[in-house]
């Protein structure tokens, strides 16, 4: 199978599910609440305000420093390099029937920023807070999917933000780990013991 066979593979599933969360899911609760939380991921401001939060205790400070440089090293190569260069057109532009909720982005759609943000920062924030991370992780799964309800993603572009936040989370994670050991960043108690 060559590689146009693939894509062309992908995109039929992508359209399989996109339409199949159409017509199987869409109701007026989630009409109206999908939106709400998509708007809670736009530009990654939850996950910037919550790592705002997170730098006041001495003992996240690091967590948060972190997932601000994480986030911004997972949108400039993710959604601004990547994004630009694949170039790939978002469903609504593609396919007009569906009504959206929510106003027509202009960015292209592959890969997921909404979904980049989300992981790059639960990957960090589960590292070192489990109780936290998993209600990020919650409103991360309930963000990338609103991406798809609401008809401005496939899920590939889903699928790869997932991939590559989970990647810059990592990184980031192990450069965090190296700082530390150097006192490049805010001492935590016990916390990057396992790391080095």
Not at 3 to 32: G, K, P, S, T, Y
Not at 58 to 77: D, F, K, N, S, W
Not at 98 to 123: N, R, W
Request: aromatic share 12%.
């Amino acid at each position: 199978m060559d590689l146009h066979a693939i894509i062309e593979l992908v995109q039929n599933i992508d359209w399989m599910i996109l339409h199949w969360i159409q017509n199987n899911l869409r109701m007026d609760i989630l009409d109206q609440v999908f939106p709400i939380i998509t708007k809670l991921g736009d530009h990654g401001l939850i996950w910037i305000v919550l790592a705002l939060i997170l730098l006041i205790p001495r003992r996240t400070r690091r967590t948060a420093i972190l997932m601000l440089i994480g986030m911004a090293a997972a949108y400039l190569v993710g959604t601004t390099l990547v994004k630009n260069y694949v170039a790939r057109p978002r469903p609504c532009w593609l396919d007009d029937s569906i009504v959206l909720l929510i106003s027509e982005p202009k960015d292209y759609s592959f890969p997921s920023g909404h979904t980049i943000a989300g992981v790059t920062s639960c990957f960090l924030i589960n590292r070192t807070n489990k109780i936290i991370g998993f209600f990020a992780v919650i409103l991360m799964l309930l963000i990338a999917f609103s991406r798809m309800y609401l008809y401005v993603h496939f899920p590939s572009d889903v699928l790869a933000g997932f991939i590559i936040g989970l990647v810059f989370g990592a990184v980031t994670w192990l450069i965090g780990g190296r700082w530390a050991a150097r006192g490049r960043l805010p001492k935590e108690p016990d916390f990057w013991e396992n790391v080095i």
